[in-house]
């Protein structure tokens, strides 16, 4: 859940980081770095305020950080494979494009927007942030305004006599309160691999009717106006499929640590299986001994974490996840993959390289 933004440049520094990365991840980087540290949010925006060498230390690193984590950290990705016309288009258009640097949400950047700001935004997409890197890849940073839900349930005895006197039966309460939050949507084009990327920030808050496959799209054709090489892959939606990424991914014992796994087993049976500690389910005993004794399985959503990925120069995770019915369809689909923990774009095409490998089973 989004926390309400405060008030002051170290506020909204430790905002916009809260909003995208745990505390005790981020405490590990630094950690890493050798810098000093704090114990909560709350005492780091102190330090950050008050301290003047902690200040000096600290703070540029989570400035850094926080310009990088806005193109990673939780983003659902969807991957368009790209012939060589269509590169050479897309190349030649992406770099002719720049952002308007006076919107409100480009001045911020990469911080999000303040309460009152965020509430007068709109929700159509403003491109806010282009990089360039140095091996030829483009990426738009888009950002708009979105609504969450926080709900909150209450015992009869907790709320009013005169409530309890209006629902006369009802023996529990729902509280629903919408605000509004910030995302950082990307788009990635990577003229060498002949791939596009679209990033949908903190998937996990979306509000039907909205869904990642639809902002998908919305991305594509708002930048489709300056970019017209992209109206064909807009029009055709047909993204890479990562469905034969579960049973690769899964298959291979050296990739990672699997947390989570859905499957079917040759019994006909669903199973659901997770790991509390840092440890691999496929090497975990109760379920090799499963394994064992029923033979081959058919998963169909799994979670797979690497402390270090190979490429990134921290740690990330993908879901990958199929509804069960694939499982007895000729060719199963699946448009998107969930990417959390990935500090910067390393790490993100590092985790999308992998998917590829595995994409084609």
């Not at 810098?35 to 060498?53: F, V």
């Not at 690193?61 to 939780?74: K, S, T």
């Not at 902002?215 to 017209?228: D, I, K, N, Q």
Request: aromatic letters at 6%.
């Amino acid at each position: 859940m989004a926390t309400t933004p405060t008030a002051g440049t170290a506020g909204m520094l430790v905002d916009s980081l809260q909003d995208s990365i745990g505390f005790r991840e981020l405490g590990a980087l630094l950690k890493e770095r050798d810098l000093p540290t704090a114990k909560s949010w709350e005492i780091l925006q102190t330090r950050l305020s008050e301290d003047g060498k902690f200040q000096s230390e600290v703070e540029p690193v989570l400035r850094a950080l926080a310009a990088e984590i806005v193109v990673a950290g939780n983003k659902a990705v969807t991957l368009f494979e790209l012939d060589e016309e269509e590169t050479v288009t897309l190349s030649t258009e992406f770099r002719a494009v720049h952002p308007d640097a006076q919107t409100k949400f480009a001045k911020s950047f990469p911080l999000r927007l303040g309460p009152t700001d965020i509430a007068g935004a709109g929700h159509t997409h403003e491109l806010v942030h282009r990089i360039d890197r140095s091996n030829g890849d483009i990426s738009f940073v888009l950002c708009a305004k979105r609504t969450e839900e926080e709900r909150e349930t209450y015992e009869r005895s907790e709320v009013t006599e005169a409530v309890q006197a209006a629902f006369e039966g009802f023996q529990k309460f729902i509280a629903l309160r919408t605000r509004p939050y910030q995302v950082f949507d990307v788009v990635t084009l990577r003229p060498r691999l002949r791939r596009l990327e679209v990033l949908i920030d903190k998937p996990s808050r979306i509000l039907a009717p909205e869904t990642v496959e639809s902002r998908t799209l919305e991305l594509l054709m708002r930048l489709s106006a300056s970019v017209p090489g992209l109206i064909p892959l807009h029009e055709a939606n047909s993204p890479i499929n990562l469905f034969p990424c579960i049973a690769g991914l899964y298959g291979n014992g050296k990739e990672g640590r699997v947390t989570f796994l859905q499957f079917r087993s040759s019994t006909k049976s669903t199973k659901r299986e997770a790991m509390t500690a840092r440890d691999d389910l496929r090497t975990e005993s109760f379920h090799a001994a499963g394994i064992a004794a029923i033979g081959t399985i058919s998963p169909f959503h799994i979670k797979v974490e690497w402390d270090k990925i190979f490429g990134a120069s921290g740690p990330a995770a993908v879901e990958v996840k199929a509804h069960i019915r694939s499982l007895s369809e000729l060719g199963g689909l699946v448009r998107e993959a969930r990417i959390t923990e990935a500090r910067d774009d390393s790490a993100i095409q590092a985790v999308v390289n992998k998917l590829i490998s595995y994409s084609s089973g």
